[in-house]
């Protein structure tokens, strides 16, 4: 009987052992599985959270006040028609007819009438020269002129009176009167610009001194060259042009040139230009041919001045074109800055086509439709370099 008790002791205690083990089991089973989707959970997050960040990694912030201050502007791309064109140099040259040279009126000794300098502007018949022929053993031509034409008068009265009685004949008469009128002549013309100072030579035309062509001092003989004086109305543009593009310069109908004093890009369709010829064939010992253009001064342009020259030929349609002032570069990359929103902004690399000295090309890297900083890139460029400014609240 005790033995009884005791085996049924010992099977409830078994019993019990077993439905305690399950539970733990099952416990324990539960516990792994909520470890195992709280890992899952983060690592979903963890992800999310990465590609959340990549999304604008490359984003740079620049609040709108401080675009504004810095003078950014932003223009939406379209299609506009664009010239094809060749890049080659050139040079500005006076216009015919719009300068003229100040020459030696007699010989004599370069005394110049106060400060004469290259540049300064001056008005038609102002003095810029007085020839002195004191101590010069042909005297003062002055003097002579006035000499010969009494001399020449006299003979004339004289003739005058005498061929009234037939004294003379008419060919000798008309000799006397031929030799007067002469001598007037050269006296007068000597004479209207005369002073005690000397001869005084003025200037033809009005307009600025381009050269002074001889120095204080100097002795000068009759139509020597002095002074140069230009009006700087019209200008010609002369481009050289190699000769591997000769079939293309009948298609040129305008230019852009870029000057190296001031780095302005002028547009000859704004300046009245066109067109005056084209060689047709190169010059001795050279490979180029040249391309003239007539235009207004309207700007401080040089003449003689060397210059960069874009030749606009054929138009084409269509075309992705950025100012230059959108681009920036890189190690010999061009980058320009897309608009995302009001503060955000893109860095964006382009390939460049045709350049016309004011705009650029673009064959590939932004689409029409982007909105591109067309102003105030190096701005938005340092701006880059922090990524991100504090402050910045705005959401995606």
């Known amino acids: 009987m005790k033995k009884l008790i005791f085996m049924g002791t010992l099977a409830l205690f078994a019993l019990s052992s077993c439905n305690t083990s399950t539970g733990n089991g099952h416990e324990g089973h539960n516990h792994e599985a909520e ?10 997050t963890e992800h ?6 990549g999304e604008h990694a ?41 300068e003229s040279v100040a020459v030696a009126t007699v010989a004599g000794v370069v005394s110049f009438r106060g400060q004469v300098t290259e540049g300064m502007s001056v008005a038609r018949g102002t003095t810029l020269v007085t020839l002195s022929s004191n101590n010069i053993a042909d005297g003062d031509p002055v003097q002579r002129a006035r000499i010969a034409y009494d001399i020449s008068k006299k003979e004339y009265e004289r003739m005058k009176a005498l061929v009234k009685n037939q004294i003379v004949s008419d060919k000798e008469f008309a000799q006397a009167e031929q030799n007067y009128e002469n001598a007037r002549l050269s006296y007068e013309a000597l004479a209207r610009n005369h002073s005690a100072g000397g001869q005084a030579v003025t200037a033809p035309i009005g307009g600025f001194v381009k050269s002074i062509l001889v120095n204080e001092g100097d002795y000068v003989s009759i139509g020597q060259p002095l002074v140069s004086i230009t009006q700087n109305r019209r200008l010609f543009l002369r481009a050289e042009v190699s000769e591997k593009y000769y079939p293309a310069l009948c298609t040129i109908g305008s230019a852009n040139f870029l000057t190296p004093y001031d780095s302005k890009v002028y547009a000859l369709r704004e300046l009245n230009g066109r067109l005056l010829s084209f060689g047709k064939a190169t010059g001795d010992g050279s490979f180029y041919v040249p391309v003239t253009f007539e235009f207004d ?29 959108a681009l920036t570069e890189e190690q010999g990359s061009f980058f320009v800055y897309l608009q995302l929103d009001e503060e955000g902004y893109k860095k964006q690399e382009v390939t460049l086509g045709a350049d016309n000295g004011k705009q650029v090309q673009i064959l590939s890297g932004v689409k029409s439709g982007d909105r591109v900083v067309t102003q105030g890139a190096y701005q938005v460029r340092l701006a880059s370099a922090s990524k991100a400014i504090p402050g910045h609240s705005h959401e995606h």
Do not use: C, W
């Open 35 to 44: 470890a195992d989707n709280h890992s899952k959970e983060s690592t979903t």
């Open 48 to 53: 999310e959270g990465e590609e959340e960040s």
């Open 58 to 98: 490359d984003e740079i912030v620049f609040p709108k006040e401080k675009a504004d201050a810095a003078g950014v502007q932003v223009h939406t791309i379209e299609p506009v028609a664009f010239e094809q064109v060749i890049k080659t140099s050139g040079r500005v040259l006076a216009a015919q007819g719009d």
């Open 297 to 325: 001064n309207r700007g401080d342009i040089i003449p003689g001045s060397f210059v960069e020259v874009y030749l606009l030929s054929k138009p084409m349609e269509g075309v992705i074109a950025l100012p230059r002032t």
